[in-house]
């Protein structure tokens, strides 16, 4: 086993064949569909994409409703991750249980409590109604706000995980400095706290925007494609499965993976990310 | 020191407030389950079991959940071997595209599974292969590779290098080394694999709509169906089944310390 070649061996080989039959084929088919159909061809249907106000504004919509659940998601997680990070042993595995134990479930069954939760008959709108907030007891299902509080719970253990992944053992010993020097607790966590867990943030942010870019399930039920919570991947759906019209579908699929490509590239560029990621491959922990 | 402890508090509560909300839609939907209405209600005004028994007696229910078994045990089997092999062969490859080849076989993670989705429905109604029980499970597969290849990847260290080393000089050869070596050593890895593995596929909703047509209709599938068209508390009973199973093989599977 200590034989180290240059070569592709035929453990890596086959599973490379594998993923070559199941991933690359179905992406070519893509690529095929997109490019070549009876009706027009690539350029053609990637023009319409760019131009039909109907494709851009669904293309735009995508993109910020991902921007506000990254965003909240990762106004949520950090008090999250601080309570994490400071909380005695006990406690913290208590709550990380929580968290993983929520990640286990299936993405369609929290998707669908909060159906339950967001429409006319529960607690939440009755309470909301109660203390004056909405002038009826109304139904959320369906809007862009469900939407996006849906993904955001959905997403929120990813942020919390990246993010507590990168602080510091020590940072409650890092805490009991910072106090003794007289710092304020606002100067510790603006200071201290977050500069050290940005690391963590910012893959979070990206992890998180990709995941919202192409998601399906959450928005497809809690909004239905009604209004300003269509997204690319409902539209994806809606061609292909409803309309039959594959080659917008296919045009569609290839311009997110595209994008979400682009944005995965333009993440793993900084160098911090490439020493990172040699780090595991070389099982070394400190690379230089 | 009045401000310090005001603001540590309010951080603390906000972060209270957030593990809440991330735990929210669980709770609710445990109590929902045994109402004994038929619509769905927070909270239940009258408590039944009979949405289980419509769960159990129906061919509706029951046979997509077995099938959703079915097809993730095996998938997850294909996943691991693949995993390993994976792995196993990243070990031995020094080469310039180890990233790249790393990267690659991570990428069904964060691509979306819409998109993989449709491209296979093309290629597999092309190939004749559309709503077959061959076509999920080499779905689930490919999804369950990139999981079973990081797990096994950081249980494969220079001990277990030397190991197969030392098997070597008693004469075995690799794969004699590798089947009474290698993996009696990490067979518990190789279980939380497969379990992770096993998760992914039976929870997994995005392929299956796309690749399964009237005969291989999986639990996730007939879930987001019966969500989006006629929302019956069934549904909220399966997603408690559901719920239920994970947490139960998650905790079989590390508790067992004598496997």
Same mark, same amino acid.
């Given at each position: 086993?200590?034989?180290?070649?240059? *070569?592709?061996?035929?453990?890596?080989?086959?599973?490379?064949?594998?993923?070559?039959?199941?991933?690359?084929?179905?992406?070519?088919?893509?690529?095929?569909?997109?490019?070549?159909?009876?009706?027009?061809?690539?350029?053609?249907?990637? *023009?319409?994409?760019?131009?039909?106000?109907?494709?851009?504004?669904?293309?735009?919509?995508?993109?910020?409703?991902?921007?506000?659940?990254?965003?909240?998601?990762?106004?949520?997680?950090?008090?999250?991750?601080?309570?994490?990070?400071?909380?005695?042993?006990?406690?913290?595995?208590?709550?990380?249980?929580?968290?993983?134990?929520?990640?286990?479930?299936?993405?369609?069954?929290?998707?669908?409590?909060?159906?339950?939760?967001?429409?006319?008959?529960?607690?939440?709108?009755?309470?909301?109604?109660?203390?004056?907030?909405?002038?009826?007891?109304?139904?959320?299902?369906?809007?862009?706000?469900?939407?996006?509080?849906?993904?955001?719970?959905?997403?929120?253990?990813?942020?919390?995980?990246?993010?507590?992944?990168?602080?510091?053992?020590?940072?409650?010993?890092?805490?009991?400095?910072?106090?003794?020097?007289?710092?304020?607790?606002?100067?510790?966590?603006?200071?201290?706290?977050?500069?050290?867990?940005?690391?963590?943030?910012?893959?979070?942010?990206?992890?998180?925007?990709?995941?919202?870019?192409?998601?399906?399930?959450?928005?497809?039920?809690?909004?239905?494609?009604?209004?300003?919570?269509?997204?690319?991947?409902?539209?994806?759906?809606?061609?292909?499965?409803?309309?039959?019209?594959?080659?917008?579908?296919?045009?569609?699929?290839?311009?997110?993976?595209?994008?979400?490509?682009?944005?995965?590239?333009?993440?793993?560029?900084?160098?911090?990310?490439?020493?990172?990621?040699?780090?595991?491959?070389? *099982?070394?922990? *400190?690379?230089? | 020191?009045?401000?310090?402890?005001?603001?540590?508090?309010?951080?603390?509560?906000?972060?209270?407030?957030?593990?809440?909300?991330?735990?929210?839609?669980?709770?609710?939907?445990?109590?929902?389950?045994?109402?004994?209405?038929?619509?769905?209600?927070?909270?239940?005004?009258?408590?039944?079991?009979?949405?289980?028994?419509?769960?159990?007696?129906?061919?509706?229910?029951?046979?997509?959940?077995?099938?959703? $078994?079915?097809?993730?045990?095996?998938?997850?089997?294909?996943?691991?071997?693949?995993?390993?092999?994976?792995?196993?062969?990243?070990?031995?490859?020094?080469?310039?595209?180890?990233?790249?080849? $790393?990267?690659?076989?991570?990428?069904?993670?964060?691509?979306?599974?819409?998109?993989?989705?449709?491209?296979?429905?093309?290629?597999?109604?092309?190939?004749?292969?559309?709503?077959?029980?061959?076509?999920?499970?080499?779905?689930?597969?490919?999804?369950?590779?990139?999981?079973?290849?990081?797990?096994?990847?950081?249980?494969?260290?220079?001990?277990?290098?030397?190991?197969?080393?030392?098997?070597?000089?008693?004469?075995?050869?690799?794969?004699?080394?590798?089947?009474?070596?290698?993996?009696?050593?990490?067979?518990?890895?190789?279980?939380?694999?497969?379990?992770?593995?096993?998760?992914?596929?039976?929870?997994?909703?995005?392929?299956?709509?796309?690749?399964?047509?009237?005969?291989?209709?999986?639990?996730?599938?007939?879930?987001?169906?019966?969500?989006?068209?006629?929302?019956?508390?069934?549904?909220?009973?399966?997603? $408690?089944?559901?719920?239920?199973?994970?947490?139960?093989?998650?905790?079989?599977?590390?508790?067992?310390?004598?496997?």
């Amino acid at each position: 086993m200590n034989y180290k070649g240059g *070569h592709i061996n035929i453990q890596l080989g086959s599973v490379l064949f594998f993923y070559a039959l199941i991933l690359i084929v179905p992406v070519g088919f893509l690529a095929y569909y997109a490019a070549a159909d009876k009706t027009g061809s690539l350029s053609g249907s990637l *023009h319409q994409l760019m131009t039909d106000g109907l494709y851009v504004s669904v293309l735009l919509n995508t993109i910020y409703i991902s921007l506000l659940v990254t965003v909240t998601t990762l106004l949520i997680a950090y008090p999250v991750v601080f309570v994490l990070a400071h909380a005695s042993n006990k406690w913290r595995n208590i709550m990380l249980l929580a968290v993983t134990s929520s990640m286990w479930i299936n993405v369609l069954v929290r998707s669908f409590s909060w159906i339950i939760l967001l429409s006319k008959g529960s607690p939440l709108s009755a309470a909301l109604y109660f203390f004056k907030l909405t002038s009826t007891e109304t139904s959320f299902t369906y809007t862009r706000l469900a939407v996006v509080v849906g993904m955001c719970n959905i997403l929120l253990p990813i942020m919390i995980f990246c993010i507590s992944s990168a602080i510091p053992r020590k940072i409650g010993e890092l805490r009991k400095v910072s106090q003794s020097m007289a710092a304020s607790a606002w100067f510790y966590f603006a200071k201290v706290f977050i500069p050290e867990s940005i690391r963590g943030a910012i893959a979070g942010c990206l992890l998180v925007f990709l995941l919202s870019l192409g998601y399906y399930i959450t928005p497809a039920l809690l909004g239905g494609g009604h209004g300003d919570t269509m997204m690319i991947s409902l539209l994806i759906e809606q061609q292909v499965n409803q309309l039959g019209n594959w080659q917008m579908g296919a045009t569609l699929s290839v311009f997110l993976m595209g994008a979400i490509l682009l944005v995965l590239l333009i993440g793993l560029l900084p160098r911090p990310v490439r020493l990172y990621l040699s780090t595991v491959l070389t *099982h070394r922990s *400190h690379v230089k | 020191m009045l401000n310090r402890i005001s603001f540590t508090w309010l951080i603390k509560l906000m972060g209270v407030l957030g593990l809440l909300f991330v735990v929210l839609p669980v709770i609710i939907l445990v109590p929902m389950s045994f109402t004994d209405s038929k619509y769905l209600q927070f909270p239940p005004l009258s408590y039944s079991l009979r949405w289980y028994s419509h769960f159990l007696t129906s061919a509706e229910w029951f046979g997509p959940f077995l099938k959703s $078994v079915l097809i993730g045990v095996l998938s997850a089997v294909l996943a691991v071997s693949g995993g390993l092999a994976a792995a196993l062969g990243i070990r031995i490859y020094h080469g310039r595209w180890k990233s790249a080849i $790393v990267l690659f076989i991570l990428s069904p993670v964060f691509l979306p599974p819409i998109t993989i989705g449709v491209g296979m429905l093309f290629t597999f109604s092309k190939l004749g292969l559309f709503d077959s029980y061959l076509s999920i499970i080499l779905a689930h597969t490919l999804l369950g590779i990139p999981f079973a290849l990081v797990i096994i990847l950081s249980a494969l260290n220079r001990r277990l290098d030397e190991l197969m080393d030392a098997a070597a000089t008693f004469g075995a050869t690799a794969s004699y080394a590798l089947f009474t070596v290698l993996i009696p050593e990490i067979r518990r890895n190789l279980l939380n694999a497969w379990l992770i593995c096993f998760l992914v596929s039976f929870d997994e909703p995005v392929l299956s709509l796309f690749v399964t047509g009237s005969n291989t209709k999986t639990l996730p599938r007939q879930l987001f169906d019966s969500v989006r068209y006629d929302l019956e508390p069934t549904s909220a009973a399966v997603a $408690v089944v559901m719920i239920v199973i994970s947490t139960a093989l998650t905790l079989l599977f590390s508790k067992r310390s004598k496997i």
